[in-house]
């Protein structure tokens, strides 16, 4: 019998383009070797050209949802993404607490990058005064970074400073990544025994118009390396590469900004399959 694949929970809206949101989520999971479940925060109405109406699903359905998920299957990893509203946020909040899963991975989705708020203010309420104490590490951008602190976040060691509060805040872990900074740059920072350590991840900056849904498929790809026993720091690093690679091998897609290719190894062993047939006879 085959042995079964770490399964991570990812709890967030839909995007009916799949760049992000659950469905993306699930493509993420897959891509790495884990089976995804999956639970609605919201309904959205959006294409590439941005979010144009949110719908946060109703809270007790949501619940629900979640418990029956934590019931059936052993959950190995988490990963939260867009709320929606304070009651949606309350609910999910009240799961991880009651379930103590591992590995939950937070990633603090505020605002769509066409400027519509994706979470109320008892969402972000709840978000800075529970889910950040709840989970292993949390992932903003330096816009959320920036928003959750107060601070202002425009270089690494500003970044530096807004992980730091991050952490006087309850966040255990934190990774500010920098993808809308000139240089591509994400600092973890996580506590030891030692005290607070961090470290700085480079990397170029890829000149693509398919960049939606990056902060998802990050997040999600650090969940499922959790998920496989790796540490933080290489599952960070990997996380890195896995989003860089997803970058430069999308297509076209819309008439705004694009997708990242989730499967992109999936058709990169199709073309090696098609192009190396077995020998006939």
Same mark, same amino acid.
């Given at each position: 019998m085959a042995v079964a694949p770490p399964v991570v929970l990812t709890i967030a809206g839909f995007d009916?383009?799949?760049?992000?949101?659950?469905?993306?989520?699930?493509?993420?999971?897959?891509?790495?070797?884990?089976?995804?479940?999956a639970c609605i925060t919201a309904l959205t109405v959006q294409s590439t050209m941005g979010v144009r109406r949110v719908e946060p699903i109703d809270a007790r359905l949501v619940?629900?949802?979640?418990?029956?998920?934590?019931?059936?299957?052993?959950?190995?990893?988490?990963?939260?993404?867009?709320?929606?509203?304070?009651?949606?946020?309350?609910?999910?909040?009240?799961?991880?607490?009651?379930?103590k899963l591992p590995n939950i991975v937070v990633d603090p989705i505020l605002k769509s990058s066409s400027g519509t708020h994706l979470v109320d203010a008892a969402g972000m309420r709840l978000l800075i005064e529970e889910l950040l104490l709840l989970a292993d590490v949390v992932?903003? *951008?330096?816009?959320?970074?920036?928003?959750?602190?107060?601070?202002?976040?425009?270089?690494?060691?500003?970044?530096?400073?807004?992980?730091?509060?991050?952490h006087e805040m309850g966040a255990a872990a934190v990774?500010?990544?920098?993808?809308?900074?000139?240089?591509?740059?994400d600092l973890l920072s996580f506590t030891t025994k030692r005290g607070v350590e961090q470290e700085l991840f480079k990397s170029v900056r890829?000149?693509? *118009?398919?960049?939606?849904?990056?902060?998802?498929?990050?997040?999600?790809?650090?969940?499922?390396?959790?998920?496989?026993g790796r540490g933080l720091p290489e599952a960070v690093l990997l996380a890195k590469a896995y989003v860089s690679a997803a970058i430069s091998n999308a297509h076209p897609l819309g008439h705004g900004?694009?997708?990242?290719?989730?499967?992109?190894?999936?058709?990169?062993?199709?073309?090696?399959?098609?192009?190396?047939?077995?020998?006939?006879?």
């Open positions: 009916p383009g799949s760049g992000a949101g659950v469905t993306a989520d699930i493509k993420t999971i897959a891509a790495h070797g884990c089976y995804g479940v619940a629900e949802t979640l418990a029956e998920l934590a019931s059936d299957v052993d959950i190995a990893a988490v990963h939260v993404g867009m709320l929606a509203s304070g009651k949606v946020a309350r609910a999910v909040a009240e799961f991880l607490a009651a379930t992932t903003p *951008n330096v816009d959320e970074a920036s928003a959750l602190t107060g601070l202002k976040v425009t270089d690494p060691e500003q970044m530096r400073a807004a992980a730091q509060r991050l990774v500010v990544t920098g993808g809308h900074l000139d240089k591509a740059i890829l000149k693509s *118009n398919s960049t939606h849904g990056t902060g998802c498929a990050f997040s999600t790809s650090i969940a499922c390396h959790l998920a496989m900004t694009g997708p990242v290719h989730h499967l992109y190894r999936m058709h990169q062993q199709r073309r090696v399959i098609a192009g190396d047939p077995e020998p006939v006879g």
